[in-house]
Structures are given as structure tokens and as C-alpha cells.
């Protein structure tokens, strides 16, 4: 088993503006760079990269998405999960993942 990598941060939840839109939090520019420097070689299709998180006491398997526009990763966070660590848009929330 590799050992992972864990990196903490805290990011506003947003909205992506399209209709049904997802929301996420956007991962530090610096932790951006240093993964995609580092860790590129394990990104699948569209800068898609497996990853475990962790907010609160919550943690689940899920994937980070590199955005080229804004030039960092995308953390996705789902309804369920917004749900139980009961969080709102614009809500700063501290971040563990794990790649």
C-alpha cells in the first residue's frame, strides 16, 4: 500500500453558476501547484485525481478536479454530505484530503 499524502486547508463552499449547479471548495493555489507538480501522474481524464476527505468527522472517497481556468483543483461536495456536516454557500470550511 502507498502512503498518502494529506494536506489541511480551508476554502469557502461556492456554486458553480450553471443550472443544477455542483458546489465546491477550491483548494489553495499553493497546495495546487505542489500536487500537480508532484502528483500529476495519477490524474485520470479531465484532470480528474482519486482522493479521500475528511471535514469534520465526516471522511469519504471521492476525486479533486484540476480547473484550468481558475488554475487550481476542485474539491466537489456533495448534498449528503453538506447535509451532515450541515454547511451553507459561503460557509468557510476546513478541508483534510488525502492523495
Do not use: C, H
Amino acid at each position: 500500500m502507498q502512503a498518502k499524502i494529506k494536506y489541511v486547508f480551508s476554502s469557502k463552499l461556492w456554486k458553480d453558476n450553471m443550472q443544477g449547479g455542483w458546489f465546491f471548495v477550491s483548494l489553495p493555489k499553493e497546495i495546487s501547484e505542489e500536487i500537480r507538480e508532484n502528483l500529476k501522474w495519477q490524474e485520470e481524464g479531465w484532470g480528474r485525481m482519486k482522493t479521500s476527505a475528511k471535514i469534520k468527522k465526516i471522511e469519504w472517497d471521492t476525486a479533486i478536479w484540476f480547473d484550468k481556468k481558475a488554475n487550481t483543483y476542485l474539491l466537489p461536495i456533495k448534498a449528503n454530505i453538506r447535509k451532515k456536516i450541515n454547511v451553507k454557500l459561503d460557509d468557510l470550511i476546513t478541508v483534510s484530503i488525502s492523495i
